[in-house]
């Protein structure tokens, strides 16, 4: 989750709504509200009266937006239930836009007044449509707010739209600081965050970059190529609320006794080999540490971050925080 900072009060809710939608479409079984609340931070406040407050007005406000949030029995009795969001009643077919289209739903997301009509008619779309708004420009979903400030997200979309080569300065998770020169072809926002996704000249490779790790404008230098046949912007950053492709990753090892499962419950997530006491490294991608340690936390000392060191930073903060 991103921290709490000056003037984004106004974002920090939409952030924890987009989380709690990710959550209940990925889950293969229906989560009770005590599942959630150790899954998502948000709601796990010390007072459980107040998280359970919290997360009746977020459902209230899901359901408001459309969002057909269920409550559902777990067992055949009936004495357990649970929530999900069935995907086949959340996703809509695919939208195409024209780029004057585009850019005024930008600016309308991007400016509009908290509850006014144009805000509140950009969250629906995204909500409702897949991998949210701004997708692939050539018939692809579209998105607003973000945690990126709203000249970047216009400026990498103008790249995206008139298919330009630009240039900026990108820090990795593990802290790296580099110069990048991508061809643009698309915009996609996953969960809070909006990622240009393109060809990177330097890899030769199709490579999906987080806006809010830019450490500087983008630059044009130029035209751009055009994206390969079947290219599909949302391919190239993953579903879920923690896990995202691209080159940001963490290594983490688990123990023999939860290593299928752990495997099994990051998307993307590759085991890489085992050491001698059985301990299976795994790769996994992620798009926002700190909901990623949320979940390596939950697996307790059957979990070892390796890299990168803010992530194990974390991870280590948030366990001294418990035993303080």
């Not at 890489?272 to 936390?297: C, H, K, M, T």
Request: proline share 5%.
């Amino acid at each position: 989750m991103m921290p709490h900072v000056a003037g984004q009060d106004r974002m920090e809710p939409l952030e924890r709504l987009l989380n709690l939608v990710g959550l209940l479409l990925e889950t293969t079984t229906p989560l009770s509200f005590e599942q959630i609340r150790e899954i998502l931070e948000p709601y796990r406040q010390q007072n459980v009266d107040s998280a359970k407050r919290m997360f009746e007005r977020d459902k209230d406000q899901l359901r408001e937006f459309g969002v057909p949030l269920q409550l559902v029995d777990t067992d055949a009795w009936g004495t357990e239930q649970g929530y999900l969001i069935p995907k086949d009643e959340y996703y809509l077919p695919e939208i195409a836009f024209a780029p004057e289209e585009l850019a005024a739903l930008l600016v309308a997301a991007q400016s509009g007044g908290e509850g006014t009509p144009a805000e509140i008619g950009a969250r629906k779309l995204l909500y409702g449509a897949e991998g949210g708004v701004l997708a692939s420009l050539a018939g692809g979903p579209l998105a607003s707010g973000s945690d990126a400030r709203s000249d970047l997200v216009l400026s990498a979309t103008d790249a995206a739209q008139g298919r330009r080569a630009v240039t900026f300065g990108y820090r990795t998770s593990q802290g790296k600081v580099g110069e990048r020169t991508v061809d643009a072809f698309a915009m996609v926002f996953r969960r809070g965050h909006w990622y240009l996704v393109g060809h990177d000249r330097d890899r030769a490779e199709l490579r999906a970059f987080r806006l809010s790790r830019f450490t500087t404008e983008i630059t044009d230098v130029g035209e751009g190529q055009e994206p390969p046949d079947g290219f599909k912007a949302t391919d190239h950053v993953e579903a879920g609320p923690w896990a995202a492709a691209g080159e940001d990753t963490a290594v983490v090892t688990f123990s023999p006794a939860v290593a299928w499962w752990a495997t099994g419950s990051f998307a993307g997530a590759e085991a890489d080999g085992e050491d001698a006491d059985g301990w299976v490294r795994v790769r996994v991608p992620v798009a926002d540490e700190d909901s990623l340690a949320g979940i390596v936390l939950q697996f307790g000392p059957d979990a070892l971050v390796h890299e990168p060191a803010s992530l194990r930073d974390e991870v280590i903060r948030r366990l001294e925080a418990l035993g303080a």
